[in-house]
């Protein structure tokens, strides 16, 4: 919701600096990290539910009934709830850090340094997003780091020079005009 809201169409508004087009968003480490944050969250619950049925099976198999059953859930639960705020904690920087890389491309060094380092430690409470989160989140945020606002620019030409006489493209050191060959202004 938030990302929906950022990338909308308040955008120039918020960034007066620079003309916005929609080249200048880090738009592929923005998906790649956004997904793995997402795999990461996915990472954290997941063990939760497997040690949730593991334990209930366990319990059952020791022959002693539903209750003790739920009991070696509980336990499990235990354990798995501290390691499930870990990984969820690592996968809410990773998609916090995707979303403001969007926002703030500026601080691309920034957010992409976080989605490197929190997509690695999310391989601790999130399984590395079942190693998805983990190959996404690296790839993501070194292209974060990498990122150059402009680099992927068309080969446009605004900022050429005109003849003011007859209004055609001339070359920057040109001293005349090579179209109606009057004298140009330094
Ligand atoms: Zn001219």
Not at 124 to 129: R, S
Not at 175 to 181: E, K, L, N, P, T
Request: proline share 7%.
């Amino acid at each position: 919701m938030m990302a929906e809201k950022e990338s909308g169409s308040e955008r120039p508004l918020i960034h007066t600096t620079r003309p916005i087009s929609p080249y200048e968003v880090p738009t592929t480490p923005f998906v790649l990290s956004l997904v793995a944050g997402v795999f990461i969250l996915l990472g954290a619950f997941m063990p939760l539910v497997f040690m949730g049925s593991f334990g209930s099976m366990g319990g059952m198999m020791e022959g002693s009934g539903m209750r003790e059953g739920f009991d070696g859930a509980g336990m499990m639960g235990t354990g798995s709830i501290v390691m499930r705020i870990v990984g969820l904690a690592f996968g809410g920087v990773v998609l916090y850090s995707a979303i403001m890389l969007n926002a703030r491309p500026a601080q691309h060094v920034t957010w992409g340094s976080l989605i490197l380092v929190f997509s690695i430690l999310s391989v601790f409470g999130a399984l590395g997003g079942f190693g998805i989160g983990l190959i996404l989140g690296v790839i993501g945020g070194a292209l974060a780091i990498a990122w150059r606002p402009g680099a992927a620019l068309p080969p446009t030409a605004p900022a050429g020079r005109f003849c003011p006489h007859c209004g055609r493209a001339i070359a920057m050191d040109a001293a005349f005009c090579s179209y109606c060959g009057q004298q140009l202004p330094a």
